[in-house]
Structure formats: structure tokens, C-alpha cells
């Protein structure tokens, strides 16, 4: 069974740094694609990062150069470095598998439950 | 960048009605159309993948359709558990995807 678990949000001041992980069982984190999206409250989804089974990167431009997705193949494991936090970064954070078979409209199909980031002094 | 135009933004109908949420691209995105539906205070789950792909296990009273810019969504016959937020979302090379704002369906 596929399941994606979210750790380490919490509560951090403006301009600090928070690590997310998303820890994943059922299926091989470095041989697929893996995103993060985030919610603000009250508010609709945002794609944040995706990394590619190569190892490619990409960024929304709200979070470029701030924020880095990563990887640890041992342990299944995907993260989200943030930097530089602003309240506007204050929303719910998911992990998601994206489902890529080479052609096609890259669907999300197995997300975690999410874990809440707030930015506030 | 592609942008997603949805609406209605928030919509009521009753049990049994045929419900139809639209999306529209700014530019031609093909197929690469998802849509999503998202239930208070839990993370969105996938519906219809490639605009009209029923997603394992969904049932069929939920169906997509369109390419190019417009596309359309509908729930044929309405049910209590449906109640939920909607989402497009469009693949394409960079950003990678683009979500619409949400369609808030509530019962009447």
C-alpha cells in the first residue's frame, strides 16, 4: 500500500529555516517524480517544487532560491529545506507522488496528509 | 505562464442534480488536464487524469472532458459524500503545474 507521511512543520519566526519530510512506503521515492503543494488557509493549492526520478529540480517563483526539495534514497525519504521563511509561507504542506509515464498530464495520485507551517513572530 | 480560469467559484445543487464545473486555459494545453477534489481538512485526491481518465477506483458518476483550452467537469447525479472542493490543475513544461482556484460545491 502507498503511503506518504509529512513531518516537521511547526510554528517558526520570519527569516527562519523549517526541514519537511515526507517519508514514503509502497513504492521507491528515487524512481519517481515527487512534488510538493501547499495551502494557505482558507485558500487554494499552490505547487511549490517537483523532483524529477533524475534528479532535475524546479521551483514556483514565490519560493526560487529560498526553498530546496531533496532526497535520501536509503531511506525512502523526500524533503523540502525552506529558508528565509515569510508569513506568506504559512500554509499546510503536502507531498505528493506524481504518476509519469513519459506522455500525459503528470498526475498527483497519492498525496500525504499534510503538515502546517506557520510563520509568525 | 498558463493561466487556469474555473468557475463557478462556489456552487449549491441538490442530491441527484448533474453538476458541471468548467476550466479554461489561456493557452492550448492538449490534454494535460487533471482535476481533483478536496474534502475539509484532508488533502486533495485525484479524480480524472489527461482531461478525461477516470482515476482507479473513482466511481463513474464523475467524468471529464475537453482539450485544447476548454474543459469541463460534471458529476452526473450528485450525492451527499460529494461535497467538496474542486480543482483543475494543467501540466506544462515550466511552472510545471497550475491549479485553478477551486470550485466550493455545496448541497442545497
Known amino acids: 500500500e502507498v503511503q506518504l507521511v509529512e513531518s516537521g512543520g511547526g510554528l517558526v519566526q520570519p527569516g527562519g529555516s523549517l526541514r519537511l519530510s515526507c517519508a514514503a512506503s509502497?513504492?521507491?521515492?528515487?524512481?519517481?517524480?515527487m512534488s510538493w503543494v501547499r495551502q494557505a488557509p482558507g485558500k487554494g493549492l499552490e505547487w511549490v517544487s517537483v523532483i524529477y526520478s533524475g534528479g532535475s529540480t524546479y521551483y514556483a517563483d514565490s519560493v526560487k532560491g529560498r526553498f530546496t526539495i531533496s532526497r535520501h534514497n536509503s531511506k525512502n525519504t523526500l524533503y523540502l529545506q525552506m529558508n528565509s521563511l515569510r508569513a506568506e509561507d504559512t500554509a499546510v504542506y503536502y507531498c505528493?507522488?506524481?504518476?509519469?509515464?513519459?506522455?500525459?498530464?503528470?498526475?498527483?495520485?497519492?498525496w500525504g496528509q499534510g503538515t502546517l507551517v506557520t510563520v509568525s513572530s | 505562464d498558463i493561466q487556469m480560469t474555473q468557475s463557478p467559484s462556489s456552487l449549491s445543487a441538490s442530491v441527484g442534480d448533474r453538476v458541471t464545473i468548467t476550466c479554461q486555459a489561456s493557452?492550448?494545453?492538449?490534454?494535460?488536464l487533471n482535476w481533483y477534489q478536496q474534502k475539509p481538512g484532508k488533502a486533495p485526491k485525484l479524480l480524472i487524469y489527461d482531461a478525461s481518465n477516470l482515476e482507479t477506483g473513482v466511481p463513474s458518476r464523475f467524468s471529464g472532458s475537453g482539450s485544447g483550452t476548454d474543459f469541463t467537469f460534471t458529476i452526473s447525479s450528485l450525492q451527499p459524500e460529494d461535497i467538496a472542493t474542486y480543482y483543475c490543475q494543467q501540466y506544462d513544461n515550466l511552472p510545471l503545474y497550475t491549479f485553478g482556484q477551486g470550485t466550493k460545491l455545496e448541497i442545497k
Open positions: 509502497g513504492f521507491t521515492v528515487s524512481s519517481n517524480y
Open positions: 493557452q492550448d494545453i492538449s490534454n494535460y
Open positions: 505528493a507522488r506524481v504518476r509519469w509515464s513519459g506522455v500525459g498530464a503528470a498526475p498527483a495520485d497519492y
